[in-house]
């Protein structure tokens, strides 16, 4: 089994930028999609952003495209979620989640292993 840690969430201004990670360790952490989704208060799981594992083939939710790079480093076990021009409106606990999908270059917005998730506040 995949265990999934994320880091790098804190509070920022408005406009700023942070870059969340996600380090993936366990058994096997070859032929996973890798994805993103954020729970803001009082709302419902959200998904942000997905990563095949070859690392070619991305997906974004149009609330995010444009802003948010999703990439992978795979000697590292570790994707990461570089979040541009942030808003206050992108405040939420952030989570890394993980699927074993094994064809390289697919994704999906379906996952079953999921991290505990990192806090991103951004005040106006």
């Known amino acids: 089994q995949v265990q999934l840690v994320e880091s790098g969430g804190g509070l920022v201004q408005a406009g700023d930028s942070l870059r969340l990670s996600c380090a993936a360790s366990?058994?096997?952490?070859?032929?996973?999609?890798t994805g993103w989704f954020r729970r803001a208060p009082g709302k419902e799981r959200e998904f942000v952003a997905a990563?095949?594992?070859?690392?070619?083939?991305?997906d974004y939710a149009d609330s995010v495209k444009g802003r948010f790079t999703i990439s992978r480093d795979r000697p590292k076990n570790t994707v990461y979620l570089q979040m541009n021009t942030l808003t206050p409106e992108d405040t939420a606990v952030y989570s890394c989640a993980a699927r074993p999908i094994y064809l390289v270059h697919a994704t999906t917005r379906e996952f079953d292993i999921w991290g505990q998730g990192t806090q991103v506040t951004v005040s106006s």
């Open positions: 990563i095949s594992w070859s690392g070619v083939v991305t």
């Open positions: 366990g058994r096997t952490v070859s032929g996973y999609v």
